[in-house]
C-alpha cells in the first residue's frame, strides 16, 4: 500500500489525493538528482515585504484576529506604518539579507464593489471598509511557495491564496497574482492562480519549510484548521492537499492546528510557530497532536532541532499577545540564526525572560532582534506576516521589486510626501481620502517603474 507521509498526523492512501500518486520512489529520486544539480545554483532566501498601504486603517475586520478586534475604531497613521515597514527592510538589508517588495492594491477597490452592485459612492459603510482595506501589506498571506529543489519539475512554485474567510482578505488574490505574475515571470518559477472556493487558503501563513540548508530539497508542512470553535479556521485541509499537488511537492506534511491555538487568537499557525533550515521554533500547543508531527519530521529530517516553548513559561495568551512567533527566523551571512522579533515581546517579562534564557543557553538561535512594527501589529501583523519567503536565484526575480538602501530612501521619500498621517474610521467615507490614497499609490508606482499595475 502506497501512502503520502502523513494527513493529520496519520498517513492517507496516495489514491486520495490523485497528483502526488503517479510514482512517490521516481518523484524522491528525481527530487534528490534535482537538489544535488542545484546545490551549485546560488539560491537564496528573498523576503518580499508588503509596502503598507496608504489606506491603512483600523475597521476591525478580522474576526479571531485580537489585535484587530482591540483597536478597532482607532486612529492609524498610514505614514508612519510604512515608514516602520520600510525601517524594517532597512535593518534586514543591514544584516546582510536579500530583500524584496510588494506594491500596495488599487483601494478602494471599485471592481470588487462593482461586482457586488455598488460602488464607492454607494456603498454601506461596513461594504465600504472591506474594499478598502490595505491588508495586503501582511505578504505571509499573499500565497504559498514551494522552492525548486521541493518540487517535481524543479521550479519555483508560487499559488496565490485566494483568502476567501475574510470578506476585506477575499478581493487581494487578483492584485497579488499580477505583480507575482510580473516579479517571477522566468521560467525558472511557475505562478499559478488561487485553489477554488470554499476552501479557504491563506498562503505561507500556514504553511513551514525545513531543511539543511535553503538551496537543499526540503520538508514542506502544511497547517490547516478545523472550524468548531469561536473563530473561523481560515486554511482549509483541501485547500493545503490542493497547493501541494500543485506544486509537485514531494516530501509535504499536513498538520493540524490545535484547536485552543485558534481559540486563543492564532487565526494563522504563522503566531505560533516558525521554521527555519533545521530549526522549528514552536509553542507547546501550536499544533493539535505534536507528539506525531514531530516524530514524522524527524523521520523525514533527522537533523531537525525543535525548539518548543512550554505554556507554562509562556502561556499562548502571551504568546500571541507579544508574537514571538511570528518573528523572521533567518540565518545570517555569518551562519547563526535570529529570531528578528515584534518589541512587543521585549515588552512582555515573561516573554522576554524565556527568550533571554534561551539565548544563554547552546541552542540554534543565538540572537535576538527586536524591530518596531507597532502600527501594523495593532492589526494582528507582526514581522513575519509582512513578508513573503522565496527561496531562489535573485538573478531570476524583476528587479523592480527587489530593494537596496537607495530604493528605500526613494520610497521613504515618496511615503513621506503622499500617505495619509492619520486615518479615523469616520473617514472612509470621504472621496477627498479615496483620492489621496489612489494618488498616493500612483506616486509609488511611478517612482519604481511599475505604472502597469496602476
Ligand atoms: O488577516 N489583519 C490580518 C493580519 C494578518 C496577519 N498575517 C499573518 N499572521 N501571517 C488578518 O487578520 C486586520 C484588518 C482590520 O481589522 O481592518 C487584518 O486583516
Known amino acids: 500500500m502506497k501512502f503520502v507521509p502523513i494527513l493529520n498526523c ?28 542545484k546545490s551549485i545554483m546560488p539560491l537564496t532566501e528573498i523576503n518580499f515585504d508588503g509596502l503598507i498601504g496608504p489606506s491603512h486603517n483600523y475597521a476591525g475586520l478580522s474576526l479571531g484576529n485580537l489585535a ?175 497547493v501541494a499537488r500543485i506544486h509537485g511537492a514531494s516530501r509535504a506534511l499536513m498538520v493540524l492546528q490545535s484547536e485552543e491555538a485558534i481559540a486563543a487568537g492564532a487565526f494563522h499557525n504563522d503566531v505560533v510557530a516558525v521554521a527555519n533550515e533545521r530549526v522549528l521554533f514552536t509553542h507547546e500547543q501550536a499544533f493539535a497532536d505534536k507528539d506525531s508531527f514531530y516524530r514524522d519530521l524527524r523521520t523525514l529530517l533527522p537533523m531537525v532541532e525543535i525548539v518548543e516553548v512550554p505554556a507554562a513559561s509562556v502561556s499562548l495568551a502571551d504568546a500571541i499577545q507579544s508574537y514571538l512567533f511570528n518573528a523572521q527566523l533567518a540565518t545570517l551571512p555569518t551562519g547563526e540564526m535570529a529570531l528578528i522579533l515584534p518589541t512587543e515581546a521585549q515588552d512582555n517579562d515573561r516573554v522576554w525572560t524565556w527568550l533571554q534564557a534561551m539565548i544563554a543557553g547552546n541552542g540554534p538561535i543565538r540572537q535576538l532582534i527586536p524591530v518596531d512594527v507597532r502600527q501594523s501589529m495593532a492589526n494582528g501583523g507582526g514581522p513575519a506576516c509582512l513578508r513573503l519567503r522565496v527561496v531562489c536565484d535573485p538573478a531570476t526575480v524583476d528587479p523592480r521589486f527587489l530593494v537596496d538602501e537607495a530604493k528605500l530612501d526613494t520610497m521613504a521619500g515618496i511615503v513621506e510626501a503622499h500617505w495619509p498621517e492619520a486615518i479615523d474610521p469616520a473617514d472612509l467615507a470621504n472621496p477627498a481620502l479615496w483620492d489621496t490614497i489612489r494618488a498616493a499609490r500612483l506616486a509609488m508606482l511611478q517612482a519604481l517603474d511599475l505604472t502597469e499595475l496602476a
Open 68 to 242: 484587530s478586534a482591540k483597536n478597532a475604531g482607532g486612529t492609524s497613521q498610514p505614514r508612519a506604518a510604512a515608514l516602520q515597514g520600510i525601517e524594517k527592510m532597512r535593518a534586514n538589508l543591514r544584516l546582510g539579507l536579500t530583500q524584496g517588495v510588494f506594491m500596495p492594491h488599487d483601494r478602494p477597490d471599485g471592481a470588487w464593489l462593482h461586482g457586488l452592485g455598488t460602488s464607492a459612492e454607494q456603498a454601506e459603510p461596513g461594504l465600504l471598509a472591506n474594499a478598502l482595506s490595505a491588508s495586503s501589506m501582511w505578504a505571509a498571506n499573499a500565497a504559498t511557495v514551494s522552492p525548486a529543489p521541493d518540487t517535481a519539475d524543479g521550479k519555483c512554485h508560487l499559488t496565490v491564496a485566494n483568502l476567501v474567510t475574510m470578506p476585506h482578505r477575499s478581493h487581494e488574490w487578483q492584485g497579488t497574482l499580477a505583480q507575482l505574475r510580473l516579479a517571477f515571470a522566468s521560467d525558472s518559477f511557475a505562478v499559478h492562480g488561487p485553489v477554488p472556493a470554499p476552501f479557504g487558503d491563506e498562503g505561507a501563513a500556514n504553511h513551514m519549510r525545513l531543511c539543511a540548508a535553503h538551496g537543499e530539497a526540503g520538508v514542506e508542512v502544511f497547517v490547516y484548521g478545523r472550524t468548531g470553535g469561536p473563530f473561523p479556521a481560515r486554511q482549509h485541509i483541501e485547500a493545503s492537499k490542493a
Open 10 to 37: 496519520r498517513p492517507i492512501a496516495f489514491a486520495n489525493i490523485s497528483s502526488f500518486a503517479s510514482s512517490r520512489l521516481r518523484v524522491f529520486a528525481s527530487s534528490r538528482e534535482l537538489s544535488l544539480e
